[in-house]
């Protein structure tokens, strides 16, 4: 816990007088897969978003404490904090086409990122950005880089935007809801990527989802959210063997 990558203490996000996160405590420890679960409104994406300060306007947010690597974030000033947000942790969630541009192409949006994180040479950057595409698995980039998002698959779109993420090189990406959208025969796919991203790179990974059985396979370790609040979290092991909450009961009971 010392050594976490992420650490997050007293947590609250209120819309109003609704508590969306209440007062919650988690880690992340570097180099692992961290899957948050939990039904729908549980507060899982709400927290995400608070802690890279992408709230919408109408959330308050509170917390004792968000450290990245033993920096303190809170007090960050947000010119600084844009800095690190992209660079060292990556956000993807469910709709890569909400978040890609449909007027730039591929490669542009991806050189957008290295430009805006690194000092590279155009070569450098192009030669970036076909080696991003291949970390994807994306067939043919160099036709690729040149397209634009409504000529990709769902799928394809979705490696793009992790390409996006990977581009900062963060120490932490999360994934939120990744696979919701897509069929489920690419599901498995984008997961097993991404768990090969994980490994290849050494950077954490934050899964979240409402779906115990798709991310329990690859996830270190679990969290269960109810109602705002971290009801339940240990090793992926553990958690199956003596997971005691009624909560996180019933989700492995619900497990196919
Ligand atoms: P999850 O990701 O677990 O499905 P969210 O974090 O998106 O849940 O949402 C948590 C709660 O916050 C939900 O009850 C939702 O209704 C509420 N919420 C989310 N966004 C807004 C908003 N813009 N205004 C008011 N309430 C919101
Ligand atoms: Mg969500």
Redesign the pocket.
């Known amino acids: 816990m010392a050594d976490a990558l992420l650490k997050v203490k007293g947590l609250q ?1 209120a ?2 007088n ?1 508590k ?2 209440d007062n919650i405590d988690f880690h992340i420890n570097p180099g692992e897969t961290f899957a948050l679960v ?10 995400a ?1 608070s802690i890279l300060r992408l709230l ?1 306007n ?2 308050r947010m509170q917390a004792t404490s968000i450290s990245l690597q033993d920096q303190e974030l809170t007090h960050i000033p947000e010119i600084e904090f844009c800095k690190l947000r992209g660079r060292r942790i990556g956000l993807i969630f469910q709709d890569p086409m909400s978040s890609l541009n449909p007027v730039m192409t591929i490669g542009e949006q991806i050189a957008e990122v290295l430009e805006l994180h690194f000092q590279l040479a155009k070569p450098l950057i192009k030669q970036r950005i076909l080696e991003l595409l291949r970390q994807v698995e994306i067939p043919e980039p160099e036709r690729r880089i040149n397209e634009y998002p409504h000529q990709l698959s769902g799928g394809q779109r979705q490696r793009v935007m992790i390409a996006i993420a990977l581009a900062g090189e963060p120490d932490l990406l999360i994934a ?2 990744p696979t919701t959208a897509l069929d489920v025969t690419i599901q498995a796919q984008i997961l097993a990527l991404l768990k090969h991203l994980q490994r290849q790179t050494g950077m954490a990974l934050w899964l ?1 989802s ?1 779906d115990l059985a798709l991310v329990s396979n690859i996830a270190d370790r679990i969290a269960v ?1 109810q109602n ?1 609040k971290i009801v339940e979290s240990a090793p992926t092991r553990d958690f199956f063997n003596q997971a005691q909450h009624t909560y996180s009961l019933k989700l492995l009971a619900a497990l196919p």
């Open positions: 996000v819309f109003g609704a969306v996160v939990g039904e729908s409104g549980s507060g899982k994406s709400i927290t978003l919408p109408a959330a939120d809801e979240i409402h959210m705002g």
